[in-house]
């Protein structure tokens, strides 16, 4: 594969293709539809052409775009998916005797690890990394089930205002300072002051529409060291899942390092942070003081592999160990290594676009419907995850609490024609369309560009590093360029609240949180307050039902699809799994030798 580091030249190019024309002649797979194959290896950001070609480059790297989608659509129309087993393996290893030769655990995944501080963390590759070295008070096991973590146990007030936790004792964080109740109350100070800009503050306190705040907290009390009392100002239903978040920071190196612990790390968890260099890598050591089960690794190394060919191969290689994601398309080039299992699961991730409703041209509804008409999902999911998924139904996947299937937004090009038409913009107009440059963003940004050019919106699509696209979205809105971001989001907290408010809610728009469709519905709020306020689960249907319905048809985002996470091990690999929201776990991890 190709790096950053390296200019890509046609020798690079013309050498890469000979091999594929020659393992294809070889192998009598994928007859002439060599674009599968290649994509992972020709795409380049438009940046990089910019930088390093000028403009005739990056003309170039439209075509190639474009002719590299069509080959892949071609296979991925036609293909059928591997089918999974009952236990969820797509592939199994053949050789399960296989040994690992070092005792260091190395993970390969997809996206980049953007912050080591729990509390101000906005992806899952975060939530997966900062896991190792933080806990929280409660949990969700393998099975999604929620347990106690530093909290053994906790009761709950008949009217739901009041919360009382049994700590658990003898824990101790990795500088040697004692986790009691005074270091959850600390930390919870810290997240709720606004003078801190974490982005966790908006968990625990309401931004009401006038701009003043409402918190949902009314006092934390510590009558001892190890009974910890939270008293709420209402009835929150999601409060024990919205823990499963909230991580204890030792507070002798919060008092040290301040909103700097990003670089100091200091938790109660079962890993040791020694090196976080985003971009590239984050590292890990066992942490030989754990108050729970140790590690059964020495090391654990988390690599930054935007390209989904170069983990690939790292994986059948031995250079990694466990890959994430593992695109569909990869299937085929992992078959014949004996000793990796590809699983599945089902996941909560919701695939989309924001559609930015200030600007102009998205403001009118009709122009939006038409967009998510002129959408195909399902070639959308058989291109993207050769039919491991399913179209969007509502504006949550269906695995979420309270959620209810609208009216689908079927395929069809002549209605969405026909609404462009009626909103005056019969001869479309022109869009930029940002999103992370990995392989698999670059291809799902490709094909809606393809999609909407049928009804005349040209879209520009720009990849952009993931750093570079967070820091373009969280500004202020007088600021804001955005017209459309592609993204996609999973609440970890599993609730209903979890997957819209900070998405769509009226005062979640950036740089508070990101409601990048600058969506503003007051019967939308409503519904999602008077939802989050009432612990009666009939209540709680009618009111996240009428909200997924107004979000559904005011269409602030191209409603996409819900794919299954597909991922892969060395057969030598245990007790390493990824989550339904896409974050994975290697608090278990062992490695056969």
Known sequence: SLHDALPISKAHVSKWIAARFLYIAKTQKYKNTFFVPKINFVIVTKQQCTERKGEKTMKMYKKVMAAALAGVMTVSMSATAFAA????????ATNEDSKSSDNDLVIAIEGSVSSMDPANIP???????????????????????????????????????????????????????DFNAAAVKANYDRVVNKDNNLRQRRTFIVTNEDGSETPRVDSIETPDDYTLVIKLTQAWAPFINRLTQFCIISPAALEEYGNDIMNHPCGTGPYVCTEWEEGDHTSFKRN????????????????????????????????????????????????????????????????????????EQLSDVKVRQAMNYAIDKDAYIQLMYSGYGKPATSVVPSIIGGYEEQE?????????????????????????LWGDNTTQEIKGMTFISQQLAQ???????????????????????????????????????????????????????????????????????????????????????????????????ACPWLFLGNDQIIYSTKSYLSGVYVSPDGAFNFANATLAQ
Do not use: H
């Open 85 to 92: 087993d009952d236990d969820g393996y797509i592939l199994k």
């Open 123 to 177: 992806d899952t590759n975060a939530i997966s990394a900062t896991r190792g070295v933080y806990e929280t008070l409660v949990s969700f096991d393998e099975n999604q089930e929620l347990t106690g973590k530093l909290a053994e146990s906790w009761e709950v007030s008949d009217d739901s205002l009041t919360y009382t936790f049994k700590l658990r004792q003898g824990v101790k964080f990795q500088d040697g300072t």
């Open 288 to 359: 030989d003081d754990y108050w729970g089960d140790k590690p059964g690794v020495d090391t654990v190394t988390i690599k930054e592999v935007p390209e989904a060919g170069a983990r690939t191969a790292m994986l059948q290689t031995g250079e990694a160990d466990f890959i994430y994601p593992t695109p569909s398309d990869q299937i085929e080039a992992i078959k014949g290594t004996d000793d990796v299992n590809i699983l599945t699961t089902d996941s909560n991730i919701m695939r989309y676009v924001t559609l930015n409703m200030d600007l």
């Open 408 to 432: 689908a937004y079927t395929y069809d090009v002549d209605k969405a024609k026909e609404l462009m038409k009626e909103a005056g913009y019969e001869d479309g107009f022109k869009l930029t």
């Open 455 to 553: 009804i005349g919106i040209e879209v520009d699509v720009q990849p952009m590093e993931p750093a570079t696209v967070s820091d373009k979205i969280y500004v202020d809105k007088e600021d804001a360029e955005i017209n459309m971001w592609y993204v996609n989001w999973s609440a970890s907290d599993f609730t209903m609240d979890g997957s819209l408010r900070s998405l769509l809610y009226s005062t979640m728009c950036p740089p508070t949180s990101a409601n990048t469709a600058y969506f503003n519905d007051a019967d939308f709020d409503k519904d999602m307050d008077e939802g989050l306020a009432t612990a009666n689960e009939e209540e709680q249907a009618k009111y996240y039902g009428d909200a997924q319905k107004i979000a559904w048809e």
